[in-house]
């Protein structure tokens, strides 16, 4: 089992053709980046991380590391970002900044308004 294995981040598809897992599905070979076993190539089920529909099949294509370059290797991996939390949706972070804006915006306009209210009268 491979945990701390992102996905979306870290996965690489490599081009290594399939076998199949017990759910009889194509098994496409991936490229684990655990701290386990970090750049080491593997046959696994498609529905990995899904608990329900994972049926455990997992094959290593290439033989594990020494303990130095899997240090080095998990050196390398890039960082993730501190501050914002994994579940924060970047597009809702994107929309929050576009409203800061648009509120900039307006309390600028209303202030001009005013101003030029004062001046005439
Ligand atoms: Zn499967």
């Known amino acids: 089992m491979v945990r701390g294995f992102s996905h979306d981040e870290l996965a690489v598809e490599a081009d290594m053709g ?3 897992c017990y759910c ?3 098994a496409p070979c991936s490229v684990s980046w655990s701290d386990k076993n970090p750049a080491r ?3 696994g089920c498609k529905y990995w ?3 329900k529909e994972y049926c455990g099949y997992l094959d290593w294509y290439d033989d594990g590391l020494s303990e130095w370059y899997k240090q080095v290797l998990n050196e ?3 960082k993730k970002k501190p501050g914002i ?3 924060v949706n970047p597009r809702l972070i994107f929309l929050v900044k576009v409203m800061i804006g648009l509120l900039l915006l307006l309390v600028l306009v209303v202030a001009i308004v005013g101003i ?4 005439k009268g």
Do not use: A, H, Q
């Open 18 to 20: 399939s076998t199949r």
């Open 24 to 26: 009889g599905e194509g």
């Open 41 to 43: 190539r593997y046959y």
């Open 49 to 51: 991380p899904d608990e």
């Open 76 to 78: 390398m991996k890039p």
């Open 85 to 87: 939390p994994e579940f």
């Open 116 to 119: 030029l209210i004062v001046c």
